[in-house]
């Protein structure tokens, strides 16, 4: 084989780790892209493993496997660092290059790794202040290397000798605290130095006791005293170790900020800095002793996905002086994160930085903010040009009013915002001849970035911001195409498993909090509820990982369980509160429940395909015995549904789109003839309005797949293209630049929708984007993690091209296709390790080698 024709790896990656250090697994799973000639398919891997001990090989394993492949070796042990390569051969035994190396370390895998304690300022447990804690001490000049294990009851940032360590934003995250906790890990080794040192934290109350939810919010839900637990390690050369982790020598006291809370914002006094806090030397005699709090360390579990960080600093795009020393400064972009200023000024003088995502009458409109007042505010020290953001505060904005700029210099240069979300790897990209659908689309992402903040919310701005069930079910497709989430969505599905009830009801949103009579204690809710069941299936199209799938499959199963108890043998959901087509553009705006569609008729379709979700996952699991009974089951609530809800000739009982286009995608319907009828009648429903929406949280995900899947793709165009209200489209005749909750959260005469539930950053409604990427652009799996890959391009609406891109777990699939006068043009390309297709609107089918390849298809209709 010549040199061009040997296949190369790139460096592996481990489980859905993006930075492998620090993980929880003593046993990740590997996976690798290949790049090699057309034809070639790997026949053999081999992987290599550098540890403390040497160098391992394994033998070679014939295999054509590449995605996450189960961890070959002895295990490794807390603390361990590895480095893994990977080399491949195809059929003619000639081996390829090692690939380029994974650096792999693991954290504390086990509670008796943990030997510091949780520690809190001693004082008022009423006293809301955020403190400073801090510790000295010594260390030898043989400092072969240092980690720091660290988290927060609250939030955390920490210094040591004066820097700050990491990048993490909002540390810990949040999760279900009593159940588990994050811990982060730091390598340290360049903070440290020889002789004194000395280690100071930063904490606030964040998710832990902050005011949290609506209706005036709650506080203190998981404690009442923040809480700092610190574990610095330090490997001499000698191998010997000294711990420093936090006990009750440490000390506390109050610092600069004077309060901090994310629906509140921050309040900074920079005249009550202590210079030198975190340094060693400094007077720490007037500050307090420490107590030590309970945690216990088996709830302590690493991070599977990155953490929220700055990904993007956004400019102002126009600043306008108002009156009273107030500036509005607009950054052209509704996005999630803070307002970094640098400003000068006497000591003593405040500016305040107030937030909205929207404008009414020229200034900030903070009604739909509710109970979130949003406000940062800075107090100068004084004496030169000061540079500041708040460290533990979130604000979902567009626009900020800024009282007492005086920063003597440039408002768009020295205003900056800083863009904040979890820090996930993109993996997707769409664009087309259609500049309003391409500005759409990227309303879609933005709206996603703003609400991963550590889990899914709802909405990032007004005083909720919870990790809604229901908008995850329906967007986690769109989700997994746009990002590498499933690290970050395995964890928040383990936190929906531990506070699933013991009758199996899901919570209506996780980490569940008390929400009032509505929402607490939760009930059992169609379309919510079987996140259990529907995402985990979801992330699995999209990984091919069955690890995910065997850790949510009791979860998915108790809640189907509970829902067969609920329905009896009628086999049909028809009792109990439910949630329907939420926010029907038809709802009354005081009940954004009372969709047309019959809520159990909503309620039995996602019982039926939740069921069949369970017994495709038991068959993947290799439990066939549970696969036939709830294939079963499936089967059996199906016919329910038929006999309820569909009558003669394909009709059905509510005469709805959404309800057509649950059967259509829920396979509801008893056969072709039916499914061609039902397909015909949405098409028709479409058209009678004229083109708009008429559908809630429930159906729009559905509406245009059904009508492509029962060939209806120039009335899905036309919906899709559709700009008066209620439409996708409609927003961007206001600016957005995110998508909305409600489809008018802005009415068409410019003012904001009077309403109490109305935000401009919900990307519930954005799941359309499935639909881009899968039919208008073409770009889809046929089998788990695209190691089949299908290309069925459907051109309409006028639009002459399309491109979409993923970067999948074998590399990247792409396709551009280019229509013109004679016929269809596809460009496409398709992975080493993976099988494709085009599937032509005429029917025909073209079967793609790896690599890049265009193929033409002749008068295309």
């Given at each position: 084989m010549t040199p061009e024709r040997i296949p190369t790896v790139a460096a592996p990656t481990a489980e859905h780790h993006r930075e492998p250090f620090g993980i929880g697994e003593s046993a990740p799973r590997l996976s690798w892209k290949t790049t090699a000639p057309t034809g070639w398919t790997q026949h053999a891997y081999q992987i290599e493993a550098t540890r403390a001990d040497g160098t391992h090989r394994t033998d070679w394993v014939t295999s054509p496997d590449s995605v996450l492949v189960s961890w070959p070796l002895p295990p490794l042990g807390s603390r361990e660092a590895c480095a893994i390569r990977v080399r491949v051969r195809g059929a003619d035994q000639v081996a390829g290059d090692w690939s380029p190396p994974l650096h792999i370390e693991t954290g504390l895998l086990a509670p008796g790794d943990w030997t510091a304690?949780?520690?809190?300022?001693?004082?008022?447990?009423?006293?809301?202040?955020?403190?400073?804690?801090?510790?000295?001490?010594?260390?030898?000049?043989?400092?072969?290397?240092?980690?720091l294990y660290v988290t927060a009851h609250g939030l955390y940032e920490i210094e040591i000798n004066g820097r700050r360590v990491g990048d993490h934003a909002l540390a810990p995250g949040w999760t279900s605290y009593h159940h588990r906790l994050r811990y982060q890990t730091h390598d340290v080794t360049g903070h440290l130095r020889a002789g004194a040192n000395a280690i100071g934290a930063w904490l606030a109350d964040g998710w832990y006791r902050g005011r949290l939810g609506f209706g005036g919010g709650h506080a203190d839900l998981y404690g009442d005293r923040v809480a700092l637990l610190a574990q610095l390690e330090i490997v001499h050369r000698d191998g010997s170790v000294t711990v420093i982790g936090t006990d009750p020598s440490w000390r506390a006291a109050q610092g600069p900020i004077l309060s901090a809370g994310l629906l509140d914002g921050e309040t900074y006094d920079a005249r009550q800095e202590l210079p030198g806090w975190s340094r060693p030397g400094f007077d720490d005699g007037d500050w307090s002793p420490v107590d030590v709090v309970p945690r216990d360390p088996a709830t302590l579990v690493?991070?599977?996905?990155?953490?929220?960080?700055?990904?993007?600093?956004?400019?102002?795009?126009?600043?306008?002086?108002?009156?009273?020393?107030?500036?509005?400064?607009?950054?052209?972009?509704?996005?999630?994160?803070?307002?970094?200023?640098?400003?000068?000024?006497?000591?003593?003088?405040?500016?305040?930085?107030?937030?909205?995502?929207?404008?009414?009458?020229?200034?900030?409109?903070?009604?739909?903010?509710?109970?979130?007042?949003?406000?940062?505010?800075?107090?100068?020290?004084?004496?030169?040009?000061e540079t500041w953001e708040p460290r533990f505060t979130?604000?979902?904005?567009?626009?900020?009013?800024?009282?007492?700029?005086?920063?003597?210099?440039?408002?768009?240069?020295?205003i900056v915002a800083r863009v904040h979300h979890t820090d996930m790897a993109r993996t997707g990209w769409f664009a087309c001849s259609n500049d309003q659908v391409n500005r759409l689309h990227q309303n879609v992402v933005w709206s996603l970035r703003g609400n991963f903040v550590d889990l899914p919310?709802?909405?990032?701005?007004?005083?909720?911001?919870?990790?809604?069930?229901?908008?995850?079910?329906?967007?986690?497709?769109?989700?997994?195409?746009?990002?590498?989430?499933?690290?970050?969505?395995?964890?928040?599905?383990?936190?929906?498993?531990?506070?699933?009830?013991?009758?199996g009801t899901v919570p209506w949103y996780v980490p569940e909090i008390p929400g009032g009579e509505q929402w607490t204690p939760a009930r059992p809710g169609a379309g919510w509820g079987d996140v259990v069941a529907l995402t985990?299936?979801?992330?699995?199209?999209?990984?091919?990982?069955?690890?995910?799938?065997a850790a949510q499959y009791d979860s998915a199963r108790r809640w189907v369980d509970l829902v067969t108890r609920l329905a009896g043998p009628?086999?049909?959901?028809?009792?109990?509160?439910?949630?329907?087509?939420?926010?029907?553009?038809?709802?009354?705006?005081?009940?954004?429940?009372?969709?047309?569609t019959d809520r159990h008729l909503i309620a039995t379709a996602y019982y039926a395909w939740s069921a069949r979700h369970v017994a495709w996952t038991a068959g993947v699991l290799g439990r066939p015995d549970e696969g036939d009974r709830y294939g079963d089951l499936a089967d059996r609530v199906r016919q329910a549904f038929v006999d309820a809800y569909v009558l003669p000739g394909g009709r059905m009982t509510s005469d709805t789109?959404?309800?057509?286009?649950?059967?259509?995608?829920?396979?509801?319907?008893?056969?072709t003839e039916a499914r061609a009828a039902a397909g015909r009648r949405l098409a028709e429903l479409v058209a009678e309005g004229g083109h708009t929406i008429q559908t809630g949280f429930i159906g729009t995900p559905l509406v245009a797949p059904a009508l492509s899947a029962t060939r209806h793709d120039d009335t899905a165009y036309a919906l899709l293209l559709q700009q008066e209200c209620p439409s996708w489209l409609y927003a961007l005749k206001h600016d957005a630049t995110t998508v909305w909750e409600r489809w008018d959260s802005m009415l068409p005469d410019g003012s904001v929708n009077p309403g109490e539930m109305t935000s401009f950053n919900h990307y519930a409604l954005g799941a359309v984007a499935e639909?881009?990427?899968?039919?208008?652009a073409g770009l889809g799996a046929s089998e788990p993690g695209y190691r089949g890959i299908v290309f069925r391009p459907r051109p309409g609406g006028g639009i002459t091209w399309a491109h979409a891109a993923h970067e999948s777990p074998y590399g990247r699939v792409e396709i551009r296709w280019d229509l013109d006068e004679s016929g269809l043009t596809v460009r496409a390309t398709v992975p080493t390790g993976t099988t494709a297709r085009v599937d032509w609107p005429d029917g025909g089918v073209t079967v793609l080698p790896t690599g890049t390849t265009t193929v033409r298809r002749a008068h295309h209709r």
């Open positions: 304690q949780a520690v809190s300022p001693r004082g008022s447990d009423s006293d809301r202040r955020p403190p400073l804690l801090r510790k000295e001490f010594t260390a030898a000049a043989d400092i072969e290397r240092a980690r690493a991070p599977t996905g990155p953490p929220v960080r700055c990904t993007e600093e956004i400019h102002p795009v126009l600043v306008t002086a108002l009156d009273d020393d107030r500036l509005l400064v607009d950054f052209g972009q509704n996005l999630v994160g803070r307002v970094r200023i640098t400003v000068s000024g006497p000591a003593g003088h405040t500016v305040v930085i107030r937030h909205a995502e929207v404008l009414q009458d020229g200034e900030l409109c903070v009604r739909p903010l509710r109970g979130a007042t949003s406000t940062d505010r800075y107090t100068l020290r004084g004496g030169g040009p979130l604000h979902g904005f567009r626009y900020a009013e800024i009282t007492g700029w005086r920063g003597g210099g440039f408002p768009g240069r020295d919310t709802d909405c990032p701005q007004r005083d909720e911001r919870l990790g809604w069930t229901g908008d995850i079910q329906i967007f986690a497709p769109t989700a997994a195409f746009l990002y590498n989430c499933h690290g970050m969505l395995g964890s928040w599905l383990r936190d929906v498993a531990v506070e699933q009830h013991d009758d985990p299936w979801d992330l699995y199209r999209a990984s091919g990982d069955t690890g995910l799938l009628s086999g049909l959901w028809n009792r109990g509160y439910q949630l329907g087509d939420w926010l029907d553009p038809f709802a009354p705006p005081d009940d954004p429940g009372a969709g047309r789109q959404t309800a057509y286009a649950v059967a259509l995608q829920f396979d509801l319907l008893p056969d639909w881009l990427h899968g039919t208008v």
